[in-house]
């Protein structure tokens, strides 16, 4: 009778789920109300397979030139060819290759710009927002200037200081980007710092350190997240825009705003050279951007609904 009794006890407690999968179910279930951010996504993931093994499934070699075959049209058009599906450029390379090539480029761009801008931009602005006083007057200060500069005139400005090339481009992003990070991880970190959980921590002895990124900075990373995803679009499209002017990524590489560039005096002749690089910057900032506007629903509480 008493095991009867218990099995029937252990029946009527309910499943127990961890903390850390419960705030997952909650976030999906903010994210995936936006059907718009679930496509952005799996568009998204998409172009990272794509990214991780376009040694392997690209047709060929991105640097790989064909003489004889010079500006082919796609292969649904008049003179084109199966064995290259979106045509070849003004050397013979084939463009599908190239395009799943400059993936890397763009992603690997935006994520280094995401990662120095984030993590030095939540330094400062921690920083800023906990000790105040005259250092918080200075690095605000400083932050001001940046932005009183239009961005992508002060990334060509930093870039032409430094010299061309793909590393001093995200150098140059990333650095006018950082105001934007310093100002909110600076908002947050004064608004959580006068909060009784701070002062709670304080009493009980913990450190400088420990109370700016242990106790305080957990508490400011929904904001900064959701500035990272939109930012990052905006890194792709920065680094397209330095590689179209000649200052980002050097020839050959397969970088897309290079691409662009290397086929302007085609855009009439042969649209496809000029097409295909441009459709592929603007459905992956606009999967990125939709991405963002989910992880704003979902972790931003005045979106959520009760």
């Known amino acids: 009778m008493s095991e009867v009794q218990n099995t029937?006890?252990?029946?009527?407690?309910?499943?127990?789920?961890?903390?850390?999968?419960?705030?997952?179910?909650?976030?999906?279930?903010?994210?995936?109300?936006?059907?718009?951010?679930?496509?952005?996504?799996?568009?998204?993931?998409?172009?990272?397979?794509?990214?991780?093994?376009?040694?392997?499934?690209?047709?060929?070699?991105?640097?790989?030139?064909?003489?004889?075959f010079i500006l082919i049209p796609p292969f649904w058009?008049?003179?084109?060819?199966?064995?290259?599906?979106?045509?070849t450029d003004?050397?013979?390379?084939?463009?599908?290759?190239?395009?799943?090539?400059?993936?890397?480029?763009?992603?690997?761009?935006?994520?280094?710009?995401?990662?120095?801008?984030?993590?030095?931009?939540?330094l400062l602005g921690l920083s800023a927002g906990y000790f105040r006083g005259f250092y918080e007057v200075i690095v605000m200060r400083v932050m001001d200037v940046i932005l009183s500069i239009p961005s992508l005139l002060m990334a060509l400005v930093l870039v032409a200081m430094l010299g061309p090339g793909l590393r001093n481009a995200m150098i140059a992003i990333s650095i006018t980007y950082l105001p934007h990070y310093v100002r909110l991880a600076r908002a947050s970190a004064v608004a959580e710092a006068a909060r009784?959980?701070?002062?709670?921590?304080?009493?009980?002895?913990?450190?400088?350190?420990r109370l700016m990124l242990v106790t305080i900075l957990p508490n400011c990373m929904?904001?900064?997240?959701?500035?990272?995803?939109?930012?990052?679009?905006?890194?792709?499209?920065?680094?397209?825009?330095?590689?179209?002017?000649g200052m980002g990524a050097q020839p050959p590489a397969s970088e897309w705003g290079t691409m662009l560039a290397e086929a302007r005096e085609f855009i009439l002749s042969a649209w496809w050279v000029v097409t295909f690089p441009g459709v592929a910057i603007l459905l992956t900032v606009l999967a990125i951007n939709l991405m963002g506007d989910g992880l704003r629903d979902a972790l931003d509480p005045k979106m959520k609904r009760s």
């Not at 279930?29 to 496509?39: D, P, T």
């Not at 390379?93 to 939540?122: E, P, Q």
């Open 77 to 87: 058009q008049d003179g084109g060819s199966i064995e290259f599906l979106l045509g």
């Open 8 to 68: 029937a006890e252990q029946s009527s407690v309910p499943e127990q789920i961890s903390p850390l999968r419960q705030q997952f179910r909650e976030f999906w279930f903010y994210f995936s109300e936006n059907k718009g951010a679930v496509v952005g996504l799996f568009f998204f993931l998409f172009i990272v397979f794509i990214a991780l093994f376009a040694d392997v499934i690209a047709p060929h070699s991105p640097d790989q030139q064909n003489r004889d």
């Open 90 to 122: 003004a050397v013979g390379r084939d463009l599908l290759s190239r395009l799943m090539h400059g993936s890397r480029f763009s992603l690997f761009a935006g994520c280094i710009v995401i990662v120095i801008s984030l993590t030095f931009g939540v």
């Open 222 to 245: 929904a904001p900064l997240i959701v500035q990272a995803s939109l930012s990052f679009s905006t890194a792709i499209l920065d680094t397209a825009a330095l590689g179209f002017l």
């Open 196 to 209: 009784d959980y701070v002062t709670a921590s304080k009493v009980a002895g913990a450190g400088t350190m």
